[in-house]
Structures are given as structure tokens and as C-alpha cells.
Nanobody, 121 residues
Framework: QVQLVESGGGLVEWGGSQRLSCAASGTIFSINTMGWYRQAPGKQRELVATITKGGRTKYADSLKGRFTISRDNAKNTVYLQMTSLKPEDTAVYYC???????????????WGQGTQVTVSS
């Protein structure tokens, strides 16, 4: 079994910063790609950023330069550092992790429960 625990959500003023984290635990042999997605009310879930096991990152074009994704492989944790936050960044943020639970088994994708980030003026 694998569990993803997200933290760091909350209320932040326009222009502020916030750091999200997502820690994986349970039966884990290895973790491959990790990432963040977000979903605003009434909107479709969209990609924020991803990071491979080797540290290669990809970002949504509109977020490049403001958001930074990173990971700590020793802690099985992925982070999202958000800066210069805008009201349009308000959404539920979900982490996503590709995990190989057992060495001889396949890879599975896991979603976090989501954490609310609200940016006010």
C-alpha cells in the first residue's frame, strides 16, 4: 500500500509565496516521475510541473519562472515552491507520483488528496 500526504496549503496574499509538499510512504521500491497538478472551481485539472527521478523538470508555460518543483529522494517527497502568487493561482493542488511498489512489479500512478491554495488581494 502507498499513501501520499500533502501539506502546505492555505491562504496567501497576492504576491506572496507558499511551499507545498507531498510525501509518499508505504510499500515503495522506487519512485519515478513526480508532479503537481491543480484544479480551480469549475475548471479542468491542469498540469503544473513534473520532475523526473534524475531531476529533469517541466512546467506549464504560464508558471515557468514563478513556480519551482523539487524533490528529496531520501524522503520520498516532492515540493512545489510558489512565488509571486496571483488570484488565478487559487485552486486545489494535487501531487502525482509514479511508484514501483515492488522491485519485480509494474509502475503505478498515485494521486494525493489535494490541498487548497487560496490567493487573495
Amino acid at each position: 500500500q502507498v499513501q501520499l500526504v500533502e501539506s502546505g496549503g492555505g491562504l496567501v496574499e497576492w504576491g506572496g509565496s507558499q511551499r507545498l509538499s507531498c510525501a509518499a510512504s508505504g510499500t515503495i521500491f522506487s519512485i519515478n516521475t513526480m508532479g503537481w497538478y491543480r484544479q480551480a472551481p469549475g475548471k479542468q485539472r491542469e498540469l503544473v510541473a513534473t520532475i523526473t527521478k534524475g531531476g529533469r523538470t517541466k512546467y506549464a508555460d504560464s508558471l515557468k519562472g514563478r513556480f519551482t518543483i523539487s524533490r528529496d529522494n531520501a524522503k520520498n517527497t516532492v515540493y512545489l515552491q510558489m512565488t509571486s502568487l496571483k488570484p488565478e493561482d487559487t485552486a486545489v493542488y494535487y501531487c502525482y507520483v509514479d511508484i514501483v511498489p515492488i522491485a519485480t512489479g509494474p509502475q503505478y500512478g498515485y494521486w494525493g488528496q489535494g490541498t487548497q491554495v487560496t490567493v487573495s488581494s
